[in-house]
């Protein structure tokens, strides 16, 4: 059996401001870097084999707080990175409610956005759910993390489960330091078995 955790970063500033980050390379915030202690410390009794992370420094950071624990050495990959979120990124969810009201109630809504530099949710997807298959297939039967974002790590698990991404929007976002568990079997593939679970 491999299992799979897909582990969101700890919280930055940006996050606490509920300011879109996107591919802006922004760092833990004090919180943030306490919650990557600790979760590291849960994630590690799951005894994981290989530790793969996103390149941005949140989720770089989080993934050097479960090495620290592990001893394991962090591969990284720039696939695993947040969705570009072209010129809403670093806007507050408020500023961008009152700059761009249309926009913000189809995004809320799960409506494709393709005339603001947004990367699509199809592109997402496919590097995301590559990244992730790649790292479980060098598991061979242990566990493997990869240490990624909201957005890109809820569309990679869907991609792994092979759902379509509309069925992304019916899951709630994984919080800061929370994880979602995928385990395959040779006899029912990939399942989930656990989401947006935390270290307490």
């Not at 410390?41 to 770089?60: E, G, M, N, W, Y």
């Not at 700059?99 to 913000?104: H, L, S, V």
């Not at 949710?121 to 598991?139: F, G, I, L, N, S």
């Amino acid at each position: 059996m491999t299992r799979l955790l897909v582990l969101r970063h700890g919280q930055t500033a940006w996050n606490a401001e509920e300011r879109i980050q996107g591919q802006s390379d922004i760092d833990l915030d004090e919180a943030g870097a306490a919650q990557a202690a600790e979760a590291a410390k849960h994630i590690a009794t799951f005894q994981p084999v290989l530790l793969v992370s996103s390149d941005l420094r949140r989720a770089a950071n989080t993934a050097t707080a479960l090495a620290a624990v592990t001893g394991l050495d962090i591969s990284y990959d720039p696939r695993l990175r947040e969705r570009d979120y072209g010129s809403w990124q670093g806007l507050s969810v408020r500023e961008i409610e009152e700059r761009y009201p249309a926009d913000f109630a189809r995004w809320r809504a799960g409506s494709p956005l393709t005339d603001l530099g947004f990367e699509s949710v199809d592109e997402v997807a496919k590097r995301a759910t590559a990244a992730m298959r790649e790292a479980a297939d060098r598991t061979e039967g242990g566990c493997a993390v990869v240490v990624t974002h909201g957005h890109s790590g809820k569309a990679g698990l869907v991609g792994m489960l092979g759902w379509p991404q509309s069925v992304a929007y019916a899951l709630g976002g994984l919080e800061n330091c929370h994880y979602a568990e995928l385990r395959q079997t040779s006899a029912r593939g990939w399942q989930l078995r656990a989401y947006n679970v935390g270290p307490c």
